[in-house]
Nanobody
Framework: QVHLVESGGGLVQAGGSLRLSCAAS????????MAWYRQAPGKQRELVAT???????NYADSVKGRFTISRDNAKNTVYLQMNSLKPEDTAVYYC??????????????WGQGTQVTVSS
């Protein structure tokens, strides 16, 4: 099994910054893609950013230029640096990881979510 533990959420004023972290543990052989999603109240979960094991990144248009995703492969950890935060960034942020376990079976797993609240 592979588990994800997120940290770093909280309350911040508009224009402020937060850094989210997500650490993976368990029977990991390789994590191909790590990603951050978010879900605001009454809305569907949406993709925020992804990063591959080779550090190729992709961002939602709404966060380009403000958010930066990065990862430490040695620590199986992904980060999301969020700058110039807006009230519309308020959501529960979820970490996602896809890869292969040490039993050479594929996996996809989610973190428990961390609340980010941006006040105006």
């Amino acid at each position: 099994q592979v588990h994800l533990v997120e940290s770093g959420g909280g309350l911040v004023q508009a224009g402020g910054s937060l850094r989210l972290s997500c650490a993976a543990s368990g029977s990991i052989f390789v994590i191909n893609v790590m990603a951050w999603y978010r879900q605001a109240p009454g809305k569907q979960r949406e993709l925020v950013a992804t990063i591959t094991s080779g550090s190729s990144t992709n961002y939602a248009d709404s966060v380009k230029g403000r958010f930066t995703i990065s990862r430490d492969n040695a620590k199986n950890t992904v980060y999301l640096q969020m700058n110039s935060l807006k009230p519309e960034d308020t959501a529960v942020y979820y970490c996602n990881a896809r890869g292969w376990s040490t039993r050479i079976t594929s996996f996809e797993t989610w973190g428990q979510g961390t609340q980010v609240t941006v006040s105006s």
